[in-house]
């Protein structure tokens, strides 16, 4: 082994010259989507079914890439799927708006 080459078993490693980074490249940007998502789903559209579980699939995608915030964007876009739906019912008479 060369003198420029670090040694993994002795002497000093630089941490930031090794092994992949800690959070993933797109993770943050995975939630955020899942953030504006989960608030777009709450708003009583029709489209509430197609936006929330998309925001939930973008906030457990980020999940699994190791961002923590990831999984409650998931829950809050659930939440938000079912606020939507539900004010789309009560407020507007249903998903067609003929009540």
């Given at each position: 082994?060369?003198?420029?080459?670090?040694?993994?078993?002795?002497?000093?490693?630089?941490?930031?010259?090794?092994?992949?980074?800690?959070?993933?490249?797109?993770?943050?940007?995975?939630?955020?989507?899942?953030?504006?998502?989960?608030?777009?789903?709450?708003?009583?559209?029709?489209?509430?079914?197609?936006i929330g579980p998309?925001?939930?699939?973008?906030?457990?995608?980020?999940?699994?890439?190791?961002?923590?915030?990831?999984?409650?964007?998931?829950?809050?876009?659930?939440?938000?799927?079912?606020?939507?739906?539900?004010?789309?019912?009560?407020?507007?008479?249903?998903?067609?708006?003929?009540?």
């Amino acid at each position: 082994m060369s003198d420029t080459t670090p040694s993994r078993h002795g002497g000093h490693v630089d941490p930031l010259d090794e092994g992949p980074q800690a959070t993933p490249t797109g993770s943050l940007a995975l939630t955020v989507a899942a953030w504006v998502l989960a608030v777009a789903a709450a708003v009583p559209t029709g489209a509430s079914f197609v936006i929330g579980p998309i925001g939930m699939a973008c906030g457990l995608l980020a999940h699994t890439k190791g961002r923590r915030a990831g999984f409650t964007a998931a829950v809050a876009a659930g939440i938000g799927t079912a606020v939507g739906l539900s004010l789309q019912f009560l407020l507007l008479g249903g998903i067609s708006g003929n009540g």
